[in-house]
């Protein structure tokens, strides 16, 4: 089978497309012939040697799929062959099969197909836990998101207004901030790239004040950090809740005095460390989501199909933070 494999640590430009061994499930697992596998952020650190699991070498990045069940090992109960699975699988998917334990599988909901399929989970999936979870979302709130247009950010705008909120999601780009209006923004902020003075970094403050409105932003959804985060954190409502979720701007720096002005929470979201110790809760989670789904609610919205072959090409947009929405490697 073909894989697409990491050998040495580097950017997209070091990862090779080899013909490999198929590999056979042991006990508890399954083995699912994969049909599509979505690119996130995480795919970007990984190669690097800059995330937080390394695995070793030689590895295939690629962190959720979907797919068909083609053979089950020992012991599994409740998946066969021809079964259509997504799975979350933190890395290893851009492959044609892979062995995934049995526990990690989600059936495919009726009538979603399975490129679709293989793009919820990571995305939604963090940003559920996130707003409901840790950000204690409720209607009628402020929601302001950051990067709202890649995977992550477009979930969260989706999902807040799933939710009854109002939404004001931050981009940098003309482009972006029409996908995050289509997606549901109520209003959205243009910003420019860091680094920021002092100045700037007001100024920033003072756009995401006005976006927000005077009582200011419930929840900040930071996918982004950086020279955003504080100017986003100035933005909070008294009691609000400000969401740590990535980085792709650089680790951010707050000054602790603002969370004592506005009697705020800075929290922190791990959705894969949720998931592996709270796996009941996270199921519960991803039956809203597809709940959701069904109901026309929320959706991924994939702007780009590459086929394994151009798997590194994908990365390398969504590290340079050029996708909009998902970007998602099929296998025909
Ligand atoms: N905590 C968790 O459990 C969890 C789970 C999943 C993902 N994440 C994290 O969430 C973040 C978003 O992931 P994603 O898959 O949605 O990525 P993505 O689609 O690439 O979105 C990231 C966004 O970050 C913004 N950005 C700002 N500065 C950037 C820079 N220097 N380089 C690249 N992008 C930059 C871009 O938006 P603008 O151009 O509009 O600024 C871009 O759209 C990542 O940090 C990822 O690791 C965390």
Redesign the pocket.
């Given at each position: 089978m073909k894989a697409v494999l990491s050998k040495d640590v580097g950017g997209p430009e070091t990862l090779v497309l080899e013909d490999i061994d198929a590999p056979v499930p042991g006990a508890g697992e399954v083995l699912v012939d994969v049909a599509a596998c979505a690119i996130?952020?995480?795919d970007t650190?990984i190669i690097r040697d800059l995330y937080q699991f390394k695995p070793p070498r030689p590895f295939s990045p690629g962190g959720e799929i979907s797919g068909t069940v083609t053979a089950i090992g020992e012991g599994v109960t409740g998946w066969k062959p021809g079964d259509k699975v997504l799975a979350g699988i933190g890395s290893g998917g851009l492959r044609e099969q892979v062995v995934i334990a049995a526990e990690r599988l989600f059936a495919v909901p009726e009538g979603i197909d399975l490129v679709q399929a293989s793009a919820l989970l990571?995305?939604y999936g963090?940003t559920i836990h996130a707003l409901k979870d840790r950000g204690d979302i409720a209607a009628g709130q402020t929601v302001l998101v950051l990067?709202?247009?890649?995977?992550?950010?477009l979930s969260g705008v989706e999902l807040a207004k799933a939710y009854g909120c109002r939404v004001v999601a931050a981009?940098?780009?003309q482009e972006?901030a029409e996908a995050a209006r289509a997606a549901g923004a109520d209003e959205v902020v243009i910003?420019g790239r860091p680094p920021f003075d002092k100045d700037q970094s007001k100024a920033l403050a003072q756009q995401f004040k006005d976006a927000v409105g005077p009582e200011g932003a419930d929840i900040v959804y930071d996918?982004?950090g950086?020279d955003y985060s504080e100017p986003a954190l100035r933005s909070i409502a008294w009691e609000g809740r400000f969401l740590v979720?990535?980085?792709?701007?650089g680790i951010a720096k707050l000054p602790l005095n603002l969370t004592l002005l506005k009697s705020c929470d800075v929290r922190g979201?791990?959705?894969?460390a949720f998931a592996a110790r709270e796996p009941a809760c996270n199921a519960a989670n991803i039956a809203e989501l597809f709940a959701l789904w069904r109901a026309g609610k929320i959706g991924p919205k994939i702007s780009e199909t590459y086929p394994l072959s151009r798997a590194h090409e994908a990365i390398a947009k969504?590290?340079?933070?050029e996708?909009i929405g998902k970007l998602v490697v099929t296998m025909d």
């Open positions: 996130n952020f995480p650190l990571m995305t963090t990067g709202a247009a890649g995977g992550v950010g981009v940098s780009s972006k910003y996918i982004v950086g979720v990535g980085f792709p701007a979201v791990f959705w894969g969504l590290a340079r933070g996708a």
